[in-house]
């Protein structure tokens, strides 16, 4: 009786640090570093392309200086960005100061994964809707500034974004109907 009460015991515990170790795999590992406050975009200053949003007066948003841990399979959340002239991702690209056609798979990451820099036009592979895509990356989403003109005056970007053209949604099979925002996977390619 006593062994089958240890047995028990064992299992139980086995149990529980199981369900420890899957809850604190799947916890964000990376909190916000702080909040900036919304300012009014000046009339025309902000691009609502894609579904963009604009900083509210008074608002405040989330800043980050990380990012999720990066694995073979990193959880991300694919948005809708424009890289062209006039487009609503703002300036030039962060990488190589130009601008980018939205026909190419081009992506900004968030500021923790964009990491200074250092993924500069390597290609990372998307994963979702039952497919994958390469795309280069060229600009950062940034995690720190926002509502701002340098930032088409929109709020910065949440942690875990991964910010693609439409050439991206296309290749995913993704309707069009449905591009804006989706549950992503991605890796270093």
Not at 45 to 71: A, F, L, M, R
Not at 88 to 104: A, E, L, T
Request: charged letters at 20%.
């Amino acid at each position: 009786m006593k062994k089958q009460q240890v047995s028990s015991s064992f299992v139980l515990l086995l149990i529980c640090f199981l369900f420890l170790a899957t809850f604190c795999a799947s916890a964000p590992s990376c909190k916000p570093s702080g909040k900036i406050r919304g300012k009014k975009p000046p009339a025309g200053q902000c691009n609502t392309e894609n579904d963009s949003e604009c900083c509210v007066e008074g608002k405040y948003y989330n800043i980050y200086k990380c990012s999720p841990t990066v694995s073979g399979h990193t959880k991300a959340i694919l948005t809708l960005n424009s890289f062209e002239e006039g487009g609503d991702g703002g300036g030039p690209s962060k990488c190589d100061k130009k601008f980018h056609s939205d026909d190419k798979p081009v992506v900004a990451l968030s500021t923790g994964w964009f990491n200074k820099k250092s993924r500069c036009l390597n290609y990372i592979t998307i994963y979702a809707n039952g497919k994958s895509v390469k795309a280069m990356v060229v600009d950062e989403c940034n995690s720190l500034l926002g509502c701002d003109k340098v930032h088409d005056f929109q709020p910065p970007c949440d942690n875990n974004i991964v910010d693609a053209s439409k050439a991206v949604w296309k290749a995913l099979g993704v309707p069009e109907s449905d591009w804006g925002y989706m549950d992503i996977y991605w890796s270093d390619a």
